[in-house]
């Protein structure tokens, strides 16, 4: 849940004609397959999937984060963080890191947004001890767990600040407003507390804007999703969109008419446009690849998404049958499918990362 690397595209109204000009060469699609607790790759070069599997019989994987070579998954309740690293062995060694490997958390901590911070930390947010866990990732797996509020489903870092996402869930039923807890990465001092609206916040993530951009899935059943946008360096909600419908999911910022797409399992991709914050694609109006909803989302270079769709995420008897399923699509507004890629066993969201 990150700024994505587009500072170089231009957000006029040749943008779509700039993203396509861009090379998307290297770069891959995980996507996290609950069921099978397996990571899909998706090449953007030739769209082909490679999977890669950490070997953790009780992971319960829902999220992930990418950055660099990367990708960082929670394993909920394995008390872990699974690892996949992209690298190029050096011509004639005898041995190699692996690839794929599994850290360990605090007993009982549930794992379940990531940020990654650089090239070798990444923060883990526990729900179930409501704290924050930083983790070298890359050498030796240490960690370092700080308190937040209460219960903690995801992660955002602006510069050297760590955003944590209180949820504020007692079971599965939200006691109040969500709210941020935030903190200097390499010092963490005493955190600031940044109140939000919405209820059930679950999920971040920062636009080209350098703005937060915070989505509250809400009370079940009661269609009451809403976007919070918070400024990081005055550290307060700036604004509040109502109208994201029943539980919308993850987002990513698209630099195309400078648009926030949101993730909804009910109404496909839902659209924000950031610069009048105005909810231009709202429930009924959602863009609905293969005529089903939309679990998670990722942009390539080139700007074309990488929508999950929702209705594959189901049963492993399901799965047996059939996999799950990424429609990749031209940039928005026009939303064109050019390939189907078959993933794991219940797809739920994804991230961008690069092999090297």
């Known amino acids: 849940m990150r700024r994505l690397a587009f500072l170089a595209l231009t957000l006029a109204t040749g943008c779509s004609d700039a993203l396509e000009q861009k090379s998307s060469a290297g770069q891959v699609i995980g996507v996290v397959n609950a069921n099978d607790r397996t990571l899909s790759v998706i090449s953007a070069t030739d769209f082909s999937v490679s999977t890669h599997d950490w070997q953790s019989g009780t992971a319960s994987p829902r999220t992930i984060d990418g950055r660099g070579h990367v990708f960082v998954v929670p394993l909920g309740a394995a008390d872990a963080v699974g690892i996949s690293r992209f690298f190029?062995?050096?011509?004639?060694?005898?041995?190699?890191?692996?690839?794929?490997?599994?850290?360990?958390?605090?007993?009982?901590?549930?794992?379940?947004?990531?940020?990654?911070?650089?090239?070798?930390?990444?923060?883990?947010?526990?729900?179930?001890?409501?704290?924050?866990?930083?983790?070298?990732?890359?050498?030796?797996?240490?960690?370092?767990?700080?308190?937040?509020?209460?219960?903690?489903?995801?992660?955002?870092?602006?510069g050297t600040r760590v955003f944590v996402i209180n949820s504020n869930l007692v079971g599965s039923t939200p006691a109040g407003p969500s709210w941020l807890t935030s903190f200097e990465c390499c010092s963490v001092r005493t955190p600031d507390s940044i109140p939000l609206t919405g209820t059930n916040a679950r999920f971040a993530t920062v636009g080209d804007d350098s703005l937060l951009y915070v989505i509250a899935s809400g009370?079940?059943?009661?269609?009451?999703?809403?976007?919070?946008?918070?400024?990081?360096?005055?550290?307060?909600?700036?604004?509040?969109?109502?109208?994201?419908?029943?539980?919308?999911?993850?987002?990513?910022?698209?630099?195309?008419?400078?648009?926030?797409?949101?993730?909804?399992?009910?109404?496909?991709?839902?659209?924000?446009?950031?610069?009048?914050?105005?909810?231009?694609?709202?429930?009924?109006?959602?863009?609905?690849?293969?005529?089903?909803?939309?679990?998670?989302?990722?942009?390539?270079?080139?700007?074309?998404?990488?929508?999950?769709?929702?209705?594959?995420?189901?049963?492993?008897?399901?799965c047996a049958v059939s996999g799950g399923v990424v429609h990749v699509l031209t940039a928005p507004p026009d939303y064109h499918e050019i390939h189907t890629a078959t993933v794991g066993c219940g797809p739920t969201t994804a991230a961008v990362a690069a092999t090297p």
């Not at 005898?94 to 930390?121: E, N």
């Not at 400024?231 to 969109?241: G, K, S, T």
């Open 219 to 318: 009370h079940a059943g009661a269609a009451d999703g809403k976007l919070s946008i918070v400024d990081p360096q005055a550290r307060a909600e700036v604004a509040v969109l109502n109208g994201l419908g029943e539980s919308p999911g993850a987002a990513a910022f698209h630099p195309a008419g400078s648009r926030l797409l949101v993730a909804s399992a009910t109404e496909g991709i839902l659209e924000v446009n950031a610069s009048i914050r105005v909810i231009t694609r709202g429930p009924g109006n959602g863009v609905k690849p293969g005529g089903n909803g939309v679990s998670g989302l990722a942009i390539d270079l080139r700007g074309r998404v990488y929508a999950v769709d929702a209705a594959t995420l189901a049963t492993p008897e399901f």
């Open 88 to 158: 190029t062995c050096p011509t004639g060694a005898l041995a190699c890191v692996r690839p794929d490997y599994v850290l360990p958390l605090a007993p009982g901590s549930g794992a379940t947004g990531a940020a990654i911070q650089d090239d070798s930390i990444a923060w883990i947010a526990n729900p179930n001890l409501n704290t924050v866990t930083r983790v070298n990732y890359l050498r030796n797996g240490d960690t370092t767990s700080v308190a937040v509020g209460v219960y903690p489903q995801a992660v955002a870092i602006v």
